[in-house]
Structures are given as structure tokens and as C-alpha cells.
């Protein structure tokens, strides 16, 4: 009799086993094996368990890469600007070589036609090696071996968050696919809540010096390099985004602005030499970058930024020698005259006023 439970329970727990990984295979909500099934829509929303799959199994020929700054654009503006179909590839505060990661494994599976790269000037202070995959992230995602996938398809929070989740925002939620990894309905912008967010130091610290910096930011823009020449056929759109003056203050105040100053000037020295590149700037548009309200910190802006920001490149994407934001060889000296310009105002004037209104 005991005997006989035993094997009563054991039949049961292996049917329910079986039936749980068929279920989290079949819907498959990280696209780990598969496109979603007919039905269901293609709701992305976690970038670390979700973009290496869709980088995998979704059908597209152009990545919008970046940091979560890139987070907000829409899919189809692009699709519908550029005449492509487009995918993200995205790392929360990523570096350039975690997001080279990402795009060295898109070009393994597709061939690329665009890839438009949202390019954080702080990126270039990453370490250059590639050390994107740790025991922090999902690596059962990210490997060939089929037999950790257990840590997938018996994953309860897969089973009872996830699939879920992706039933209802394709059956009961009216999901734009084109809003993957959006976070801007979720958040409150204005220029109270921006300075929430800022904690000004009190003391400013003595610029980093151009030992301190210098080799990894010259090997960051090595690897963007490096990747563009081994894909001639595809075009890289690089574009700086706009971040507040709060970022500029903080940069100034914790010795950093130098360098990224510098970040800058080499990323474009380097980048506008290659053929296949356009390179935009955003940094400089000081009706965005002084006006508070568009922002919800000192970097993260409104989706309408966002929206403004890729109309621009479809807009100046054949203006050769320069335009408004394209930067070209002809016109680079008066992008980093004006960055350098509204650093300075930014720290003798926009401050100083900001701070004696709050006072």
C-alpha cells in the first residue's frame, strides 16, 4: 500500500513537472526557443531574461542599442522612418562592451542593415573587457547547454509572473510591441521630481586627470571601432542623447567632465572616419537639457525626447557634411566648442540660478 502511494505520487509529480516545462516552452515568455505563438504578442519588458532571446529567434534587420536612456524609443518609429524591422538591444547602464556583446551575437544570428546606438558618454568609462556575463545575470539564457534550462521551464515565478503576464498584456491589455522595455507611463517627470533625484555634492572634487582615464576611454571607442570596420555592409548610426544640466553639474562636481569631454572628441574623431557611420548630437539642445520638466532624473527624459531625437536622424540622415545634429569632419570643432560652452554655462549661470529660485 505505501509502495503503491509512492509510485501514485511520483507519476503525478512527473505529470505535473512534464506539464509546467510544456507550458513555459510552449508560451516560451523570455523567447528563449521561439517567436511567440500565433495569438500572442511580443511583450518585452525585461531586458536581461528577454534580449538575448529576442535577439535570437525575432525576425528583424536593425538593432536600437543603448543603456536604459534608449529604453523609451519606439520600435516602429524606426521601422516606419528607416523602412526596417527593428529589435532592441539593451543593458541597463551598459557598457560599450557589454552592448558590443549583444550586437557581436545579432550579427552571429542576422544580417544587419542599421544598427542606431543611443552612445552614453559615461559608457566610455566602462572597463573595455568583456565581462558582461556573471552569476548576476540569467546564463541559462545565454548558453548552449540545453540541460540548465531546468532553471527555465521549472522556474515558478516563470510560470505563475511571466506567462501570465504575456497572456494578459496579448489578450486583455492593448500592447504596442513597439513600446519594448518602455518605461515612461510608469514614471513621473517634472522639474520637482528631477531634483529629487540629484544629490548635489557638497564640495567639488579635483578634476580626474588624463592618466587616470585616458587608455580605457581610447579602448572603448577601439572596440566601437573595431565593430564597425568587421561590418562594412551595415550602417551604424551612433547618437549622443540629451542629458540635463543636473548631469553636467554632477560631472563637474565629481571631477568627471573632463573626461567625458574628451570621451566625446575621440568618439568622434574615431567614428567619423569610417564610412559606414553617421554621428549624431543631441548634448547641445539646451531647450531640452536646461527644461527640467522633460526629465524624471538628471539623464532619463520624457518618450516625446525620445520621439523628437529619431525623427532627427531620419530627418539629417543625408545631410553628408554636417546638419542641426549630424556632426561630419566639417562641422565636429563647433559640436565639442558648443558641448564645452554649455558646460560652462551650465555651471556659472543655469546653476546659480537654479539653486537661488530654490532657495
Same mark, same amino acid.
Given at each position: 500500500m505505501y509502495q503503491k502511494f509512492i509510485r501514485q505520487f511520483l507519476i503525478r509529480a512527473a505529470v505535473l513537472l512534464v506539464a509546467a516545462a510544456a507550458v513555459i516552452i510552449w508560451i516560451d515568455p523570455f523567447? &528563449?526557443? &521561439?517567436?511567440?505563438?500565433?495569438? !500572442?504578442?511580443?511583450?518585452?519588458?525585461?531586458?536581461?531574461?528577454?534580449?538575448?532571446?529576442?535577439?535570437?529567434?525575432?525576425?528583424?534587420?536593425?538593432?536600437?542599442?543603448?543603456?536604459?536612456?534608449?529604453?523609451?524609443?519606439?520600435? &516602429?518609429?524606426?521601422?516606419?522612418l528607416f523602412g526596417v524591422t527593428t529589435v532592441k538591444a539593451i543593458k541597463s547602464s551598459g557598457t560599450v562592451s557589454d552592448l558590443v556583446y549583444y550586437l557581436e551575437r545579432a550579427f552571429e544570428e542576422k544580417e544587419i542593415k542599421?544598427?542606431?546606438?543611443?552612445?552614453? !558618454?559615461?559608457?566610455l568609462d566602462g572597463d573595455p573587457e568583456q565581462n558582461f556575463l556573471n552569476d548576476s545575470m540569467p546564463l541559462y539564457l545565454f548558453n548552449e547547454n540545453p540541460f540548465d534550462d531546468v532553471n527555465y521551464f521549472w522556474n515558478k515565478d516563470v510560470l505563475f509572473e511571466d506567462v501570465p503576464y504575456m497572456m494578459a498584456q496579448s489578450w486583455l491589455e492593448d500592447y504596442d510591441e513597439g513600446m519594448s522595455y518602455n518605461w515612461d507611463q510608469y514614471r513621473t517627470f517634472g522639474k520637482?521630481?528631477?531634483?529629487s533625484h540629484y544629490n548635489r555634492a557638497e564640495t567639488v572634487a579635483p578634476m580626474r586627470t588624463k592618466e587616470q582615464y585616458q %587608455?580605457?576611454?581610447? +579602448?572603448?571607442?577601439? !572596440?566601437?571601432?573595431?565593430?564597425? +570596420?568587421? &561590418?562594412? %555592409?551595415t550602417e551604424f548610426y551612433f547618437f549622443l542623447p540629451p542629458y540635463s544640466?543636473?548631469?553636467?553639474?554632477n560631472m563637474y562636481r565629481t571631477g568627471y567632465l573632463e573626461e567625458y569631454l574628451y570621451g566625446a572628441e575621440v568618439l568622434m574623431e574615431n567614428l567619423l572616419t569610417l564610412p559606414n557611420v553617421k554621428l549624431y548630437d543631441f548634448q547641445e539642445e539646451t531647450e531640452i537639457v536646461y527644461d527640467l520638466d522633460q526629465y524624471m532624473d538628471p539623464v532619463h527624459f520624457r518618450e516625446e525626447i525620445n520621439h523628437f531625437v529619431?525623427?532627427?536622424l531620419a530627418e539629417e540622415k543625408d545631410e553628408n557634411e554636417g546638419g542641426t545634429y549630424r556632426v561630419s569632419k566639417e562641422n565636429m570643432e563647433q559640436f565639442l566648442s558648443a558641448k564645452k560652452a554649455m558646460a560652462e554655462d551650465i555651471l556659472t549661470v543655469q546653476m546659480p540660478l537654479l539653486y537661488e529660485e530654490e532657495s
Amino acid at each position: 500500500m505505501y509502495q503503491k502511494f509512492i509510485r501514485q505520487f511520483l507519476i503525478r509529480a512527473a505529470v505535473l513537472l512534464v506539464a509546467a516545462a510544456a507550458v513555459i516552452i510552449w508560451i516560451d515568455p523570455f523567447f &528563449h526557443y &521561439h517567436e511567440p505563438v500565433p495569438g !500572442l504578442k511580443k511583450v518585452v519588458t525585461k531586458s536581461e531574461y528577454q534580449c538575448i532571446g529576442t535577439l535570437k529567434n525575432f525576425e528583424y534587420d536593425s538593432i536600437i542599442a543603448g543603456s536604459s536612456v534608449a529604453e523609451n524609443y519606439n520600435n &516602429h518609429w524606426f521601422d516606419e522612418l528607416f523602412g526596417v524591422t527593428t529589435v532592441k538591444a539593451i543593458k541597463s547602464s551598459g557598457t560599450v562592451s557589454d552592448l558590443v556583446y549583444y550586437l557581436e551575437r545579432a550579427f552571429e544570428e542576422k544580417e544587419i542593415k542599421n544598427v542606431f546606438y543611443s552612445m552614453d !558618454l559615461f559608457a566610455l568609462d566602462g572597463d573595455p573587457e568583456q565581462n558582461f556575463l556573471n552569476d548576476s545575470m540569467p546564463l541559462y539564457l545565454f548558453n548552449e547547454n540545453p540541460f540548465d534550462d531546468v532553471n527555465y521551464f521549472w522556474n515558478k515565478d516563470v510560470l505563475f509572473e511571466d506567462v501570465p503576464y504575456m497572456m494578459a498584456q496579448s489578450w486583455l491589455e492593448d500592447y504596442d510591441e513597439g513600446m519594448s522595455y518602455n518605461w515612461d507611463q510608469y514614471r513621473t517627470f517634472g522639474k520637482e521630481e528631477t531634483l529629487s533625484h540629484y544629490n548635489r555634492a557638497e564640495t567639488v572634487a579635483p578634476m580626474r586627470t588624463k592618466e587616470q582615464y585616458q %587608455e580605457r576611454v581610447d +579602448q572603448n571607442v577601439d !572596440l566601437l571601432v573595431t565593430l564597425v +570596420q568587421e &561590418h562594412p %555592409e551595415t550602417e551604424f548610426y551612433f547618437f549622443l542623447p540629451p542629458y540635463s544640466m543636473l548631469w553636467w553639474d554632477n560631472m563637474y562636481r565629481t571631477g568627471y567632465l573632463e573626461e567625458y569631454l574628451y570621451g566625446a572628441e575621440v568618439l568622434m574623431e574615431n567614428l567619423l572616419t569610417l564610412p559606414n557611420v553617421k554621428l549624431y548630437d543631441f548634448q547641445e539642445e539646451t531647450e531640452i537639457v536646461y527644461d527640467l520638466d522633460q526629465y524624471m532624473d538628471p539623464v532619463h527624459f520624457r518618450e516625446e525626447i525620445n520621439h523628437f531625437v529619431t525623427e532627427k536622424l531620419a530627418e539629417e540622415k543625408d545631410e553628408n557634411e554636417g546638419g542641426t545634429y549630424r556632426v561630419s569632419k566639417e562641422n565636429m570643432e563647433q559640436f565639442l566648442s558648443a558641448k564645452k560652452a554649455m558646460a560652462e554655462d551650465i555651471l556659472t549661470v543655469q546653476m546659480p540660478l537654479l539653486y537661488e529660485e530654490e532657495s
